[in-house]
């Protein structure tokens, strides 16, 4: 075998650097056409395998090595002119070339989503990010990525969300596909993603949430009656609370299983782990490339593949019981088939995940604008004294028709919107044309930064300050232009729990300003929750420390 390839001479091709270099270009051209962040597993080991092939080839072949060190050395020259002209050859050709050079941004996004991540250490406050790069460029639009944009407009909004949509969501949603399928949120495909999403419709029409909302009262009741108890503390974890209370509302409504973290008034082991899964979102939103690399070799992986097989033991322990309330999932789940479909795994970390950190870090931020300002306070502690007042407890049902308690709601989740970053999409093949004229290529990955959009001056006046009257006719003139308010996306694939959400927030908001005066504690200012709120896409919101003075009801 050996004489055989000393013949035919592959060491010289080995060494041929123009070779190797036109190799480099050749896989540019490759990588450059098709999606690969998902097989970015291939890619690495193609590369290692072929280098160990080159290394054990010129050992055993070639007459003028004779070690594995200079083995080494002829493979290790070839692999560096290789991965040299690769890299050269992308750097260019991102900085100068791409379809993407005409938009402002910073030189280093251009170039990689590495620059991403320097911009999210150490805060990981990336929103924040996006709308100073907003202002440093003066521009609606600027280039986060090589192939990203953020654009931050109302009037792009139907082009990117709206119904008639000719995006679609891109890569970063099917990252764990090969796990567990897509839920009904990651789901790329327009056509599955309708037929699923019917059926989640159904789930949480007005006659299912009707259905729900009597287990929704009673976790709120008892969400109150546990801050009784630690009522004139000196100081109540109110974050935490609020935390238990939203996951025990998700466990319940979605497969009958309270998690009891309230009644415990202590973190789930399964929830730490969720929560500790999710911290490296920060970063991974980035580089997806990475994510598919963790989740296959499982290397940094382990919570959130422990999660996954919580979540799927969750669902065959609801498929054995018949509940005596409907949940989401006596929707979702075919009692005429034995089995339990894959993607429904992914649905049912789907609902833990989207329904419970989502409303529990708003309503934190809402708590946190209460004691910030405590006129507001009073303000909305007169709205809801003047409801069912002869009432010793509100229900979700008693709210539904308050619109300064929504004002107050909306302004948590307009100023702080649980989902800051937005949601990515991809342009179709063809580009499309803003209204503006401004002309996005296709195969674009854009996000629309809700949080930079809802604290902008033309499209709410007076953006930073919280008012909940803009929702009222008292000053609806503060808002200018409400398609910029979109805490829970817009279009096909917006939030479909938020009116659930919304009776969760109101009940609880309404129900702890009934309850309590409540106040930051003694020499605090709550600044730990700007400071340490994280975006891992949701929010891991910071932690919340606040005194609860019970009121005294004549
Ligand atoms: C303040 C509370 C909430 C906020 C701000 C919020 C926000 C969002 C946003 C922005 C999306 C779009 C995600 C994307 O396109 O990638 C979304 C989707 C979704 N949310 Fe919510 N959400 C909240 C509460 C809830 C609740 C309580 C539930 C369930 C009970 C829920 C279930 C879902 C589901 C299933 C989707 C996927 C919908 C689809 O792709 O068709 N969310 N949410």
Redesign the pocket.
Known sequence: MSEFLRATHWDELIRSKPLAAALGLFSHYVLNNGEWDNSSHLVLSSWVLTFAGLVAFEYAADPRVTSILGALQVAGTAAAVYLGTLIASILVYRAFFHRLRKFPGPFGARLSKLYSISRVTPKCQYYTEIEGMHKEYKSDIVRTGPRELSVASADAIPLIHGPMTKCT?SVW?SGSYFLEGS???T?RSKQD?RER?KI?ERA?NAKALREYEPRLNRHAYALIERLKEHANEPSVRISNWINYYSFDV?GD??FSRSFGMVEKGQEDDQIKKLHQSMAPMSYLTHITWVEAIMLRTGFGAKDILDFMNWGSNVLRERKKITPAEND?FGWLLDPNDEDIPRHLNADAR??VI???D??A??LTWLVYELCKDPALQARVRKVVDEIKPEKAFLYADDLADCPYLDGVVNEA?RLH???PG???RETPREGLTLPDQTYIPGETLIWMP?YTMQRDARYFRDPLKFMPERWTDEASDYIIDKRAF????TG???????K??MM??RSVTANLVRAFEISFVEGDDGSSVPRDTKDVF?TNVGSLDVRLTPRRRD
Do not use: D
């Open positions: 969501k949603y839920s009904v949120h789901s993603h999403r989640w949480f998700m409504i979605g989401v789907l609902l989207a329904g419970s989502t409303t870090a708003t989740m919107p649980s989902v937005g949601v990515s809700i979109m805490p829970f996306s096909v694939y917006n939030c479909v729990g938020q659930l959400a969760e927030m949701t």
